[in-house]
């Protein structure tokens, strides 16, 4: 442990937090809605100050005013967390709609999610919090700057409040659970404010948008939830008025929608945040604005350009993203399953920050509808098998720490902590690096080539560093 305490030191690692007990509140805290990014006036350090509940030291949490509850059709994958989201809008305002996307929103919007996890696995009533998230559009942005602002919260275990997250290095740790009687640690990210721009950069909000709203209150499932948002305040019009039967996209387990709805919708939802409109730093598009194409329609994202596309990328087993008839060959869901250790930056997963376990439903969703594509029976197609090892868990309070929590400085373009125990330099042994999960890590990529260690390490904890052509292996803690 002592070899992460050095790395921080080095880093200058800070948590933001105030001492102070929790307040009732009855709406959101300036601090939190006129927030601009500047470390001149941090948020609130703990969130029982922010207004987001009227008291916060209960499970039976209220909240404050002006904060509205919404859901989507098609949620973003996030480790199987269970999440919820609100909307709070400054007095007096409301947010104009579109038909689909781009909705404009006044200074001062702030928008909220919840994450929670089972603890124990399959078991709702040990679900915890484990982060809040605001996402703010502050006040005067020019046109090139980018309005929203990331806020991020890591709750105790306890539940009895939650600490500001370092705005500029995050959060990396377990959340320790159990599976089947065996005590396990997830791993999680709590995004620095870098993060919370990659990923909404180029569309801005990536859930309020009309294809997720359009679907039955949670008050009356009677009513639509973009004509309830409307009767609340929240919304100038009803973007789909006069239209019941308006496009929308549906969730995984909708089995009334069709395969090619939902997985298209999944692709939208998970993807076209960067695959998508606007300057995208990806190529394609996976925006899922136009039910009326077909799936081979061109000329760009699923309308096209990923249906048969060669990649040149995942060797002679992938020879195209998406390829018709041949899930196990399809270079997209190859990228979905694999999945990389804390503290090494994503080279082939994706989506490549904040997530730690593939999506099996997805996964399962997607298989179908790509053996669908060709004429080859359900039972002839799988999924491609790229990972070594199904577990995607560390042990739990180990080198993450468990109630002692233990955090990490965000990882730089492919730089990695690895260790070296004992038990990996036995007689004739191959010198090798371990992964954070104690597995064989021998290869480490460079540029287009690979590198091993030119003779035995000793024990230790090492930070790894890889440059084209190079690799830098420095001892960090004996």
């Given at each position: 442990m002592g070899g992460y305490g050095l790395m921080m030191g080095f880093r200058g690692l800070a948590l933001l937090a105030v001492a102070s007990a929790p307040v009732a509140s009855s709406g959101l805290s300036p601090a939190i809605r006129d927030f601009d990014g500047s470390a001149i006036s941090p948020p609130p350090g703990k969130l029982s100050r922010t207004g987001l509940y009227q008291s916060i030291g209960t499970e039976a949490r209220v909240l404050g005013d002006g904060i509205v509850p919404f859901r989507i059709n098609s949620p973003l994958w996030s480790d199987g967390a269970i999440k919820e989201r609100f909307i709070s809008l400054p007095?007096?305002?409301?947010?104009?709609?579109?038909?689909?996307?781009?909705?404009?929103?006044?200074?001062?919007?702030?928008?909220?999610?919840?994450?929670?996890?089972?603890?124990?696995?399959?078991?709702?009533?040990?679900?915890?919090?484990?982060?809040?998230?605001?996402?703010?559009?502050?006040?005067?942005?020019?046109?090139?700057?980018?309005?929203?602002?990331?806020?991020?919260?890591?709750?105790?275990?306890?539940?009895?409040?939650?600490?500001?997250?370092?705005?500029?290095?995050?959060?990396?740790?377990?959340?320790?659970?159990?599976?089947?009687?065996?005590?396990?640690?997830?791993?999680?990210?709590?995004?620095?404010?870098?993060?919370?721009?990659?990923?909404?950069?180029?569309?801005?909000?990536l859930g309020f948008i009309t294809p997720q709203l359009n679907r039955p209150s949670g008050g009356d499932a009677a009513v639509n939830q973009l004509q309830d948002l409307k009767d609340r305040g929240v919304l100038a019009s009803n973007?789909?008025?006069?239209?019941?039967?308006?496009?929308?996209?549906?969730?995984?387990?909708?089995?009334?929608?069709?395969?090619?709805?939902?997985?298209?919708?999944?692709?939208?939802?998970?993807?076209?945040?960067?695959?998508?409109?606007?300057?995208?730093?990806?190529?394609?598009?996976?925006?899922?604005?136009?039910?009326?194409?077909?799936?081979?329609?061109?000329?760009?994202?699923?309308?096209?350009?990923?249906?048969?596309?060669?990649?040149?990328?995942?060797g002679d087993a992938f020879p195209q993203f998406i390829f018709k008839g041949y899930p196990e060959s399809s270079y997209v869901l190859k990228r979905m399953i694999v999945r990389q250790d804390f503290g090494f930056t994503p080279t082939?997963?994706?989506?490549t920050l904040a997530t730690f376990l593939p999506d099996s439903a997805g996964l399962g969703l997607l298989k179908d509808w790509i053996c669908g594509l060709g004429s080859r029976p359900a039972s002839a197609c799988r999924l491609p098998e790229v990972q070594d090892d199904a577990s995607y868990w560390d042990p739990p309070a180990a080198l993450h720490g468990g109630a002692a929590r233990s955090?990490?400085?965000?990882?730089?373009?492919?730089?990695?902590?690895?260790?070296?125990?004992?038990?990996?330099?036995?007689?004739?042994?191959?010198?090798?690096?371990?992964?954070?999960?104690?597995?064989?890590?021998?290869?480490?990529?460079?540029?287009?080539?690979?590198?091993?260690?030119?003779?035995?390490?000793?024990?230790?904890?090492?930070?790894?560093?890889?440059?084209?052509?190079?690799?830098?292996i420095n001892l960090l803690k004996d």
């Amino acid at each position: 442990m002592g070899g992460y305490g050095l790395m921080m030191g080095f880093r200058g690692l800070a948590l933001l937090a105030v001492a102070s007990a929790p307040v009732a509140s009855s709406g959101l805290s300036p601090a939190i809605r006129d927030f601009d990014g500047s470390a001149i006036s941090p948020p609130p350090g703990k969130l029982s100050r922010t207004g987001l509940y009227q008291s916060i030291g209960t499970e039976a949490r209220v909240l404050g005013d002006g904060i509205v509850p919404f859901r989507i059709n098609s949620p973003l994958w996030s480790d199987g967390a269970i999440k919820e989201r609100f909307i709070s809008l400054p007095p007096g305002t409301k947010a104009v709609p579109t038909d689909t996307d781009d909705y404009a929103f006044p200074e001062g919007t702030v928008f909220i999610k919840n994450f929670r996890i089972d603890t124990v696995q399959g078991d709702s009533s040990s679900r915890i919090l484990v982060e809040t998230r605001f996402l703010v559009r502050h006040a005067g942005a020019s046109a090139e700057d980018f309005p929203w602002h990331g806020i991020t919260y890591r709750w105790a275990r306890d539940q009895s409040d939650a600490d500001l997250v370092s705005q500029e290095a995050g959060e990396n740790g377990v959340v320790n659970i159990r599976m089947g009687g065996a005590l396990r640690g997830q791993r999680w990210t709590w995004p620095n404010k870098d993060q919370c721009v990659t990923c909404h950069r180029n569309r801005g909000i990536l859930g309020f948008i009309t294809p997720q709203l359009n679907r039955p209150s949670g008050g009356d499932a009677a009513v639509n939830q973009l004509q309830d948002l409307k009767d609340r305040g929240v919304l100038a019009s009803n973007p789909i008025a006069g239209r019941p039967g308006a496009f929308r996209w549906a969730g995984l387990g909708e089995t009334g929608a069709s395969l090619e709805l939902r997985a298209r919708s999944y692709f939208a939802a998970n993807c076209s945040y960067c695959h998508g409109v606007g300057e995208s730093p990806a190529d394609h598009k996976f925006d899922y604005f136009h039910p009326d194409r077909s799936i081979d329609q061109g000329p760009e994202g699923l309308n096209g350009a990923y249906i048969g596309k060669t990649t040149h990328q995942g060797g002679d087993a992938f020879p195209q993203f998406i390829f018709k008839g041949y899930p196990e060959s399809s270079y997209v869901l190859k990228r979905m399953i694999v999945r990389q250790d804390f503290g090494f930056t994503p080279t082939e997963q994706m989506p490549t920050l904040a997530t730690f376990l593939p999506d099996s439903a997805g996964l399962g969703l997607l298989k179908d509808w790509i053996c669908g594509l060709g004429s080859r029976p359900a039972s002839a197609c799988r999924l491609p098998e790229v990972q070594d090892d199904a577990s995607y868990w560390d042990p739990p309070a180990a080198l993450h720490g468990g109630a002692a929590r233990s955090r990490f400085p965000r990882p730089m373009f492919r730089e990695g902590i690895l260790r070296v125990s004992p038990g990996a330099l036995g007689p004739g042994a191959v010198p090798g690096l371990l992964d954070l999960r104690g597995r064989p890590y021998a290869l480490i990529r460079s540029g287009q080539g690979e590198f091993r260690p030119a003779a035995p390490l000793r024990p230790g904890v090492y930070l790894v560093v890889t440059g084209t052509g190079t690799v830098a292996i420095n001892l960090l803690k004996d």
